[in-house]
């Protein structure tokens, strides 16, 4: 019996200290559902409407889907989710940073060849342009 | 009895969680093993590392995408928690590439650009050079059309050269003209004088025989036409007779001169007049060529009312 009884004990000291750090893992991931949210603006505003559409929806979907979690009170998911929104979002706006840089590249060589066929000039310097 | 038996049963039980725990370590460890998707991830990863122009171009973003990739090996983790940091790694690998690929655009940009401005630097320069050789064209003409002035200078004072000894020659024509007309005047003179002496001679009776050469006259008289009443300065009409009798003196024969003065003054007044008319007379025969110790003068005083004429004679040796 007493052998019983301090196995309770034990159960029951178990149970409250997982409840315990349970409900301080799961509470809501207000801060993290916010980062989320600027970073996906800040893609939308460097181009990634344009440049990286489907990392940004991606992006976007994921940021949905944490803020469903977060109404639906599953703190876990929406943690996931707002991480994966986050970085979603970087590599939208990495890919439309890249884009855009592609496409001044390919600007500036478009220049340069119409400046040499303009002015009739052959520069002795080595050649940067090319994708 | 009773204690024996749990006992038995503690053992069996703990032997039967050490055996689950040994089996859950053994299956995580193979799932590990395993993961297709790390394993994935991590071959990306290295070839991204590895890549020559990419490699060292976005070390902050790999760094991340190696943690993330740590973390998926240490964690692991099963369905969706795998599936979770399997997404987040896949996409830090996706954003260490992209990022290096901006950089390596960054650069060929920097290089498009470095080439856009030695083009305007080569163009500039041959537009330099054009400018140059346009102004040494330029010299170039302006020096030869300044040779074609000096040129075309010279020239037109070659030329007004030309034309002022042309004119200096048609002045000297001129003269020359002129002096021959002078010239033909004297002799159309000579000639009207000889005429009258013919007429004097030819009056006087003494006609001179045809062919024989002319003799100089007697005498020559000035008559009172010559001097003005009262005064000792010959006429110009008086000129004409003066060179007769220069002419008819010649070189050999002497001269003597008697002048006349009016009634109107006194006697010695008269005289000294008409010594003064003839010392007139006698000077512009000198001037005519006659010389003066040839001469000889005298004044005679009054003789008549208007006699004012001078006489001059001719004598021989």
Known sequence: MTV???????VLIFFCVSQFTGCAETKPPLGLLDDAGHRVSAARSDGAQT???????????????????????????ATRYAAEAGIAADLAQARARLGKARERVAARSRENAQLKVDLSVEPDVQQGGGQ | MMSSFLKSRGRTALRGVILVIALCASLEASAAKADLDYERLRNSLAQLRADPALGELAPAEISLAEQALAVLAEQGGKGRDHDHLVYIAERRIDIATAAAQ???????????????????????????????LELEKQRIQSLAQAEESDRLRVEADEARAQNEQSSQQADTARKQAAQARKLADAQALEAELARKEAQLLEASGAAPTKGAKPTAPAAITLGDN???????????????????IAAAAGSELKLRIEAHADDGGSVKANLALSEQRAQAVRGALVAAGVAGKRISTAGLGAKGAHAREVKVSFAAH
């Not at chain 1, 019983?4 to 034990?10: D, I, K, V």
């Open chain 1, 51 to 77: 440049y990286a559409p489907l990392e940004l929806r991606g992006a976007e979907e994921r940021l949905g889907f944490a803020r469903t979690a977060m109404k639906a009170q599953e703190y876990e998911d």
């Open chain 2, 102 to 132: 901006a950089v390596e655009q960054e650069r060929k940009l920097q290089r498009l650009d470095r080439e856009h401005d030695q083009i305007l630097i080569a163009a500039s320069r041959r537009d330099a050079e054009q400018a140059r």
């Open chain 2, 226 to 244: 010559a001097f003005a009443p009262g005064l000792a300065v010959l006429r110009p009409a008086a000129q004409a007779l003066i060179a007769r």
């Open chain 1, 4 to 10: 019983l009884r301090r196995n309770n004990l034990f």
